[in-house]
């Protein structure tokens, strides 16, 4: 069974930075989604099986970098330059599609999330 735990949201400033990290019981094309509240998931941002490619929706690329240590199993998520609106529960997933995806429906393993909050 796949096991995804997430760690490192909070309560930052606009401005601000966190990391995001999510360790995973083995070796996966991984994504991070985030859903504010009353709305639906959303895609933020992908990485490939190997790392090799990396996806990002428009509204984080120059913000937001994802990458991985595969000797840990191990995404992350590093956001800077946040905002108000990037408020949201975050969650990390796992794709048995090595290339890895924007798609949520390609993702079908999912972290418990973490709560990131962007005060203004």
């Known amino acids: 069974q796949v096991q995804l735990v997430e760690s490192g949201g909070g309560l930052v400033q606009a401005g601000g930075s966190l990391r995001l990290s999510c360790v995973a019981s083995?070796?996966?094309?991984m994504g991070w989604f985030r859903q504010a509240s009353g709305k639906e998931r959303e895609f933020v941002a992908a990485?490939?099986?190997?790392?090799?490619?990396?996806y990002y929706t428009d509204s984080v690329k120059g913000r937001f970098t994802i990458s991985r240590d595969n000797a840990k199993n191990t995404v992350y998520l590093q956001m800077n330059s946040l905002k108000p609106e990037d408020t949201a529960v975050y969650y990390c997933a796992a794709s048995t599609d090595n290339s890895g995806s924007y798609s949520i429906s390609r993702y079908g393993y999912w972290g418990q999330g973490t709560q990131v909050t962007v005060s203004s």
């Open positions: 990485i490939s099986w190997s790392g090799g490619r990396i």
């Open positions: 083995g070796r996966y094309a």
